[in-house]
């Protein structure tokens, strides 16, 4: 069943969730980005890197945009975003028998840059090959739903800044959930379902880059993507 942003926030707020939004912090988000995935994705807009393996698609249409690989993947926004932000969009691990499904590794790239500062596209969808990018990365129930991660990569060093391994960090099946990244001056906080699960205030941050939805070995639909410019 398609769950919209609206139905999922407005749940969120009957829980009495603290959801992040640009009101709830006092400031005003001007919207700069938002696909709802009603037809195939535009590769001018999304580019989509599959580690080669029989079976994994990308497709989107309907309102959603399915990840459903054997193996790693990654579907780049292609453009470049700076400043703060922030990054939302509904998301769920699907578990219903399919040939990729594994409930495992809900997982994203943001403020990514080559070396030099370029774009970080061109890869093979295969996890190591984004290790020389300099940028942050959550994973929500990698390693078999095991644990959930905070990393920085800068240099060619992949620094874990915050894990988590209780279940309350973990994934469920079949559920759709809010993903929400604020980015603003240095500092990055990730909302689940409008629970805080990061917060990273960055000495030296990453100020630009690319975002990037990743994932490994899972049937994913991601849907209602919105990114919003704060002031």
């Known amino acids: ?131 020389g990018l300099s940028l942050y990365y959550f994973g929500i129930g990698g390693n078999g739903n095991t644990s959930t991660r905070l990393r920085k990569y800068e240099g060619g060093q992949r620094t874990l800044l915050q894990e988590r391994l209780d279940t309350d960090h973990l994934l469920k099946p079949n559920h759709d959930y809010l993903v929400q990244t604020l980015v603003k001056g240095g500092r990055s906080a990730v909302y689940v379902d409008g629970q805080l699960f990061f917060e990273h205030r960055d000495a030296s941050p990453l100020k630009q880059g690319w975002f990037g939805l990743r994932s490994t070995w899972s049937r994913q639909e991601v849907s209602a993507v919105r990114i919003y410019a704060l002031e």
């Open 1 to 131: 069943m398609k769950v919209s942003r609206r139905a999922l926030l407005l749940s969120l707020a009957f829980s009495g969730a603290a959801v992040a939004d640009p009101a709830a912090f006092g400031e005003r988000g001007r919207l700069i980005f938002s696909d709802d995935f009603e037809q195939a994705p535009d590769s001018k807009t999304w580019v989509a890197e599959i580690e080669a393996k029989p079976g994994s698609t990308v497709n989107a249409g309907n309102g959603r945009l399915v990840l459903d690989t054997a193996g790693g993947v990654t579907v780049w926004l292609n453009r470049r975003l700076s400043g703060n932000l922030l990054i939302e969009y509904c998301r769920r691990i699907v578990m219903q028998g399919g040939a990729n499904d594994r409930l495992s590794d809900l997982n994203q790239f943001w403020m990514a840059t080559a070396p030099g500062g370029g774009s970080p596209l061109g890869r093979n969808g295969v996890f190591e090959s984004y290790d």
